[in-house]
């Protein structure tokens, strides 16, 4: 295959789909190099029922201990979906033992997009101007101003079902009809309206789900379970959507068994030329050169090539004048809420798998209302359903009509759980392990990681204030609660190569592009100066496509 | 089980065969011939239990049960690859204690009771169970056999081609979400 592409993109997940279409739709070779193996819709399992499965969905728990214990956190590598999760062996990362983090990671064709969430929320100004307006950390370069029109731009090719609400912390966007609440949520819905009228409303999910056929995939069927693929192509992946686009222009490469070593930097021009791969079947070295480089390899795995990458220019990590390479790590915070039991109709139930939840977006430390003892806030998540036959281990009696009885559907519940900002710390880096390599012998990360204050207590309030709203709805049995998860566990990892004005205090300018390095490109999570409190990855697929516009505009104009 | 297992079965009992003995065992071998992959934890004896034990708390009605869904295969799987061995044996002890519990409340093995004597140990088990349920978490100590007994046996049957589709009408793919259908047309949650 030739060595030598006008682009090469790092990462064919969320972002890197998002790169290998906008560019190659621009006319440019482009190489995408993927560490893991192909994969096709063959390897989607949505439908295999439960007997058909060795363990019926109670997974091989001795193979997953074995070879999966860190990534067995996650709730969606199970026994049909973890295979799409690394092996932990083979990609080892160290913390301190008292700082733990989950690296949770799919590397594959598709990459984490495979098993992604699917909630779709952007972001407006009131994130935006966070950090400046607050004093934290540095200002982001940009306003939604930049991303609105890259936000349609995504939202029309990947389709995002979801309720239009004119809130102006959670900007409505391009959206396709939205899924139903079911009863549950309505009453809950309702009495939060008419309690909190016009600060608190609960909306469902918007989320990158088709609820109609769309640019040739498919509306969902409702069997409820996207993280095992989708033969129908109704939620949207670079597997099922983006990549296949690439592809249709001919100037795709997509090279999968590409584990990514480092940048080949060129000091005499001060641009980046290639990266070395190492091959992950042969474990070859080989080299591939390219005009501009995109690094999309998620958050973490950009930071540790560009450390990988350190030259006698850039010591310490290339593109790193600024030092902030590695650092300012964040994760979401989740897991304050409550649950309760509501009294919606007992003759009705919702019929279908609908894989979307309720949405309720942040109402704290909104312009114009009373201060928060803390700064920023959180959304909840969450919904009702009935109960059904699990509730028999502790229904009492057994035989004819107790089965009978476990046929009807048991009670309604609620449930809110919170999802809240991570603030930008400096002290939360990564850096490159001197003791640890992978399993193609590249070295690997130190994660140095931790909630703050802050963090826990957006997520006491969220239990309380959940557990508030499920008492104005009627709810009994009101249960609030606040775990204790390890950053890492949102999967919404995002920092270590901040964008910003100033090249003294952040590694990306306002167009991903590296301050140092003109032609290289970071458009995944590491790009982040903030986090927000929404699920992060349209904002990422947006500011992918807008530097992908901004490069090629570059090449044309032969500056880059 | 195989031809020589079933007579061996049938050896060990016809020194003091009586007619609900033999009645006992034709049901137990019953079980046993036909089924699909050996068992590899449970033995003879112990699987007649499970079975017995499952098909009781999940009898045959309108649908097949928990026999029939051959709940115990699963269990038996469980207990070999996924438990465990702790946990395995607690499970093992535990069918012992059933039997032991029989014994003494009607003179014969759990297996060998008749429907009503077998309905009269599991409601003293199950009513053991909910006062356990209702007790503090802190204070009630580890739950009992019987708990467990009956987690499997749900998990084992309501996610097996027979409870899935028969029972729960379970349908792989729905096509749509109706989020308000009328419960008593609908189908039952998972």
Not at chain 1, 115 to 130: I, K, N, P, V
Not at chain 1, 235 to 246: C, G, H, K, R, V
């Amino acid at each position: 295959m030739p060595r030598t592409y006008d682009a090469l993109v790092v990462g064919s997940g969320m972002t890197g789909g998002w790169a290998a279409k906008e560019l190659t739709e621009a006319g440019l070779n482009t190489l995408v190099l993927e560490a893991g193996r192909m994969v096709t819709t063959e390897d989607y399992v949505e439908h295999v029922p439960p007997w058909q499965m060795r363990f019926r969905g109670l997974d091989d728990r001795r193979a997953r201990a074995a070879d999966q214990p860190v990534q067995s956190e996650c709730y969606a590598c199970d026994e049909w979906s973890s295979k799409f999760f690394v092996n932990d062996h083979e990609n080892p990362y160290a913390t301190p033992a008292d700082k733990p983090f989950l690296f949770l990671r799919g590397r594959q064709v598709g990459g984490r997009s495979i098993m992604w969430g699917r909630q779709t929320y952007r972001w407006s100004d009131l994130d935006f101007e966070a950090n400046l307006r607050d004093g934290i950390a540095i200002d982001w370069p940009i306003r939604y101003a930049d991303i609105a029109p890259w936000y349609d731009h995504v939202e029309r090719f990947i389709g995002v079902s979801g309720e239009k609400l004119g809130l102006p912390q959670l900007p409505d966007g391009q959206f396709l009809p939205p899924m139903d609440l079911n009863c549950g949520e309505t009453l809950v819905r309702d009495a939060i309206a008419k309690h909190w009228p016009g600060e608190r409303v609960l909306t469902i999910g918007r989320c990158a789900i088709l609820t109609e056929d769309h640019n040739g995939r498919k509306g969902c069927h409702y069997c409820g379970y996207c993280e095992r693929g989708c033969i129908t192509l109704s939620y949207f992946s670079s597997l099922n959507a983006t990549l296949p686009a690439a592809r249709l222009t001919g100037k795709l490469t997509l090279r999968p068994h590409s584990v990514v070593h480092s940048l080949i930097y060129d000091p005499q021009r001060q641009r980046v030329t290639g990266v070395r791969v190492i091959d992950g079947e042969t474990k070859h070295a080989i080299e591939f050169s390219g005009r501009i480089v995109f690094l999309c390899a998620s958050t973490l795995e950009s930071a540790r090539i560009l450390l990988n990458s350190a030259t006698r220019e850039f010591p310490t990590g290339l593109a790193n004048s600024s030092g902030e390479l590695g650092r300012n790590l964040m994760d979401h915070i989740m897991g304050g809420g409550a649950s309760g039991k509501v009294d919606a109709p007992a003759d009705r139930m919702p019929v279908g798998r609908r894989p979307n939840g309720i949405y309720l977006p942040r109402f704290r430390n909104l312009p114009g209302r009373p201060k928060s003892p803390f700064l920023r806030g959180y959304a909840y998540q969450g919904g009702a359903g009935r109960e059904g036959w699990g509730r028999g281990t502790d229904l009492p009696g057994f035989g004819a009509d107790w089965k009978r009885a476990l046929r009807d559907p048991g009670p309604w519940h609620f449930n809110f759980y919170g999802f809240g900002e991570c603030l930008p710390n400096h002290d939360n880096y990564v850096e490159i392990d001197p003791n640890l390599k992978d399993a193609w012998g590249i070295p690997t990360l130190r994660i140095h990681c931790a909630y703050g204050d802050n963090e826990w207590a957006l997520m006491k309030d969220a239990s309380i204030a959940a557990a508030e709203m499920l008492a104005a709805a009627g709810a009994r049995d009101i249960a609030p609660f606040i775990e204790h998860n390890p950053p890492g566990k949102v999967i919404h990892e995002m920092g270590t190569a901040r964008m910003g004005r100033d090249p003294k205090t952040s590694v990306l300018n306002g167009h991903n592009q590296a301050h140092d390095i003109p032609n290289l490109f970071v458009t995944d999570g590491a790009c982040m100066a903030s986090s927000a409190n929404q699920n992060p990855s349209i904002t990422y697929m947006a500011l992918t496509a807008r530097a992908c516009a901004y490069a090629v505009d570059l090449m044309r104009r032969r500056e880059i | 089980m195989d031809r020589r297992a079933a007579l061996r079965l049938l050896g060990a009992t016809t020194t003091a065969a009586t007619a609900t003995d033999l009645h006992a065992l034709g049901r137990a071998l019953h079980r046993h011939l036909g089924r699909g992959a050996p068992l590899r934890v449970l033995d003879p004896h112990q699987n007649a239990t499970v079975i017995a034990v499952s098909d009781v708390i999940l009898p045959a009605t309108d649908t097949p049960g928990a026999k029939a869904a051959l709940v115990n295969e699963f269990i038996d799987l469980l207990l070999a690859d996924w438990y465990e061995p702790e946990d395995r044996d607690r499970i093992l002890a535990g069918l012992a204690e059933v039997d032991a519990r029989a014994r003494a409340a009607f003179g014969k093995d759990f297996v060998d009771g008749t429907g009503a004597e077998q309905a009269a140990l599991l409601a003293a088990l199950d009513d053991a169970a909910a006062r356990w349920n209702a007790a503090p978490q802190a204070t009630r100590g580890p739950q009992p056999f019987y708990r467990e007994i009956k987690w499997l046996t749900l998990f084992g049957y309501y996610t097996s081609e027979i409870g899935a589709e028969q029972e729960q009408h379970y349908a792989i793919v729905p096509g749509r979400y109706v989020p308000c259908a009328p419960a008593d047309t609908a189908v039952a949650p998972e």
